[in-house]
């Protein structure tokens, strides 16, 4: 049995090019690259070196390429102490802020905060992270992050059993009724997308399969062709895990 396309709980896939792994030297010209290729949105990790062991760039960078691009800015923050950067990346452009549930004590607090400055909410996860820890807010958000490599580099692996993660959290919204975006950021690349589609994730977050391809626009191009592919044949083929009730 066909499923209809509005009695399924799975957003269209979105592609999300990462400035993490973007050449510096000429950030505007591969952002409008990106743009160009069909990017739906650019993310940016910012990292302080205590959350994570790296430290990677500021709001100003972000605030540095708003004049470069249309798209909508995602704030990644891997920080200790995430409150304490809403607002210079809000300042800054950021249209979508991700925190980790991790590094945050009062996540209904921040969440507040965050839709009374009008940009949209995302909550991360790190691999070990249970979806448990989120239970009580995934309603409130417009996103969840799940990471699929330990955070703080780029490059790394995907962590195969991060798609029963990915599953298990499209799962826990379909029986909530919640149509919601679910992002995967790390390893993402040509051969695993249509994997993770599947799985139930529709934004993929990646950096080396598109800043780090030597023709960013034909790489953006080419991984959204495979993920919306792997979307349709979703649709078309229907999944008993992610079946809703008409």
Not at 17 to 42: N, T, Y
Not at 80 to 91: A, G, L, M, Q, T
Not at 132 to 146: A, E, G, H, P
């Amino acid at each position: 049995m066909t499923l209809r396309h509005d009695a399924f709980l799975i957003p269209p896939p979105k592609i999300v090019p990462s400035i993490l792994s973007a050449d510096f030297r000429r950030l505007g010209e591969e952002v409008r690259k990106a743009e160009k290729g069909g990017a739906d949105m650019l993310h940016f990790d910012i990292m302080d070196g205590h959350f994570v062991p790296n430290i990677s760039f500021g709001p100003m960078i972000m605030k540095a390429l708003r004049s470069e691009s249309n798209l909508p800015f995602i704030a990644h923050l891997m920080v200790e102490k995430p409150e304490d950067f809403v607002e210079p990346v809000i300042s800054a452009g950021g249209n979508i802020v991700i925190f980790h549930i991790e590094a945050c004590r009062y996540p209904l607090r921040l969440i507040d905060h965050l839709r009374r400055r009008g940009v949209g909410v995302g909550i991360a996860l790190n691999p070990t992270t249970p979806l448990s820890t989120i239970k009580y807010v995934v309603k409130y958000v417009d996103m969840i992050l799940l990471m699929t490599v330990e955070p703080g580099f780029g490059g790394q692996v995907f962590i195969p059993e991060m798609m029963d993660k990915i599953r298990s959290l499209r799962s826990l919204m379909i029986k909530q009724g919640l149509r919601k975006d679910i992002a995967v950021d790390g390893g993402v690349d040509f051969n695993n997308a249509p994997q993770i589609v599947h799985a139930g994730a529709n934004v993929l977050i990646a950096g080396t399969s598109t800043f780090g391809q030597s023709a960013i626009e034909e790489a953006v191009k080419k991984l959204k062709m495979i993920a919306l592919e792997a979307y349709n044949t979703l649709i078309e083929q229907g999944s008993e895990s992610f079946r809703v009730k008409p």
